[in-house]
């Protein structure tokens, strides 16, 4: 079994330096920037927060919501199934008997951790009777507490597609 020798390439002290490298992409930038210096009608800029994009789509995922039967009682059966699926590990439930005929149990408290939630969407794939949405068409909320960014059970119940978020 032999062993095969690769010449290095880039043996100048030049070339251990990266200093093409970092010239070249110094000129992309500079061409850029004149261009632009030079036209600034054509640069696409928005006054962000007080215009919003509008090229978001329907099927963005923003934040959560949990889905309501006619009677205003929640869809959800306390089955585990989005926290099982959560890669995050941001969902936290607690159930309790349910003495309707919609289902055998109802989470008592049902909460996610914004800030480590992901977004994936494997929570509301893996629901197995719709319950959790993220179709709200919230996409930035600010807060000014960690505490804030944990959403319980009826901020959930209450938010609706454009609802904005909560700010305390």
Avoid at 36 to 44: A, C, E
Wanted: charged share 30%.
């Amino acid at each position: 079994m032999g062993i095969k020798v690769v010449k290095r390439h880039g043996s100048s002290l030049k070339d251990k330096m990266f200093l093409p490298a970092i010239f070249g992409g110094m000129k992309t930038t500079f061409k850029h920037f004149s261009k632009n210096l030079k036209d600034t009608s054509k640069l696409i800029s928005m006054s962000y927060p007080e215009v919003q994009p509008d090229d978001i789509t329907d099927n963005y995922r923003g934040v959560h919501r949990l889905t309501k039967w006619d009677d205003g009682s929640e869809k959800c059966v306390a089955c585990f199934m989005c926290a099982t699926a959560c890669p995050a590990d941001c969902i936290f439930i607690e159930a309790e008997e349910r003495f309707d005929d919609k289902a055998e149990k109802r989470p008592t408290a049902f909460s996610i951790d914004l800030l480590e939630c992901v977004y994936c969407g494997y929570c509301v794939e893996a629901c197995p009777c719709d319950a959790i949405r993220m179709d709200t068409g919230i996409f930035s909320f600010v807060a000014s507490k960690r505490s804030d960014f944990l959403v319980d059970k009826d901020y959930l119940m209450n938010n609706e597609r454009g609802k904005d978020f909560p700010n305390d």
